[in-house]
C-alpha cells in the first residue's frame, strides 16, 4: 500500500472520528440543556408538566391550539369492552401526533367480557409508535357496578391478562388508571411495578398505601376554547415530576 493510498485512510479514520465525537458532545450539550432548563423544582408551580385526556365526547379538537396552551400530553380513548372502538381514537391520535403533542391511548375496562378479547380490540386498534406513552387501563366502575361491586378475583384475572398482552405487544409497563376508591378496592399493595393514574381533585402526595402516583387527573371540568369550541368539559391531568422526568419517562 502507497503512502498516498494510507494517508488516505488515515484522513477518513480521522474524519470519521470526529464526527462521532462531534454527534456525541451534540447528544449530550442537548441533554445537558433540557437537564438545566427543565429539572428545576418551583414550589409555586409543584406539577409543571400538565395534559388532558378526550374521548369522542369532546368532539371537534385543535391540537395545534392546545400545543399553544402548553398542553404537553394527551391519552385518548381508544377502546372499551371486547368490541368498542371511539370512533374519534383515529383522528385525535394522527392530529395531536402531527402537533408535537405526546400522546397514550386507554383502554375502559369491562367487567362483562374476557380479558384477551379486550386486549385484542386495543391491540387491533393502537398501533405501536415510538414516542408515544404507555397504553392505559381504565378501571373504574359503572352503570349497576356502581353499586354491585366485582369481586378483586374478578377484576384482577381480566386486569392481569391486558397488563400482560399490552406490556408484550407495546414493550412498555401500560399505566393503571383508577380513583381513589377502586385503588383500595383492587390495586392497593399490589401492581407495584405500574405506573399509576389516579382521578382525585385533591392531588395526594401519596396513594392510600403510600406509594407515589405518576400521572393525577385533577378536574374532570376543565374547559378550553381548543376542545370543542369551549363548549365540552375536558379532563385535565399532572405528571408527577419535572418537565425534564417527563421527557424521561417517555
Not at 386507554?106 to 367487567?111: D, I, R, T, V
Not at 397488563?163 to 399490589?190: D, F, G, M, V, W
Request: hydrophobic share 35%; with cysteine.
Amino acid at each position: 500500500m502507497g503512502k498516498k493510498r494510507t494517508k488516505e485512510i488515515n484522513t477518513w479514520i480521522l474524519l470519521i472520528i470526529a464526527i462521532i465525537v462531534g454527534i456525541i458532545l451534540f447528544i449530550g450539550g442537548r441533554y445537558a440543556f433540557f437537564f438545566v432548563t427543565e429539572a428545576g423544582y418551583d414550589p409555586d408551580n409543584p406539577y409543571p408538566v400538565k395534559g388532558i385526556d378526550v374521548s369522542l365526547y369532546q368532539k371537534d379538537i385543535d391540537w395545534e391550539g392546545l400545543k399553544d396552551e402548553d398542553i404537553a400530553f394527551a391519552f385518548i380513548k381508544a377502546t372499551e369492552g371486547s368490541s368498542y372502538v371511539d370512533s374519534n381514537f383515529g383522528k385525535n391520535w394522527d392530529e395531536a401526533r402531527k402537533a408535537g403533542i405526546p400522546v397514550g391511548a386507554y383502554h375502559f375496562l369491562s367487567f362483562d367480557t374476557d380479558g384477551e378479547t379486550q386486549a385484542e380490540n386495543f391491540i387491533n386498534t393502537v398501533p405501536k409508535s415510538w414516542g408515544s406513552l404507555p397504553p392505559v387501563i381504565d378501571l373504574e366502575f359503572y352503570g349497576n357496578y356502581s353499586s354491585n361491586h366485582p369481586s378483586r378475583q374478578a377484576v384482577c384475572d381480566r386486569l392481569d391478562i391486558i397488563l400482560e398482552k399490552l406490556e408484550k405487544r407495546y414493550h412498555k409497563k401500560p399505566i393503571i388508571y383508577t380513583n381513589s376508591h377502586c385503588y383500595k378496592l383492587y390495586i392497593q399493595n399490589a401492581y407495584e411495578d405500574y405506573p399509576i393514574w389516579i382521578s382525585d381533585p385533591t392531588v395526594p402526595d401519596k396513594l392510600p398505601d403510600g406509594r407515589d402516583w405518576t400521572f393525577c387527573q385533577y378536574t374532570f371540568k376543565g374547559l378550553s376554547k381548543y376542545v370543542a369550541g369551549g363548549e365540552k368539559f375536558v379532563d385535565f391531568n399532572y405528571f408527577n415530576g419535572s418537565r425534564w422526568d417527563f421527557r424521561k419517562f417517555r
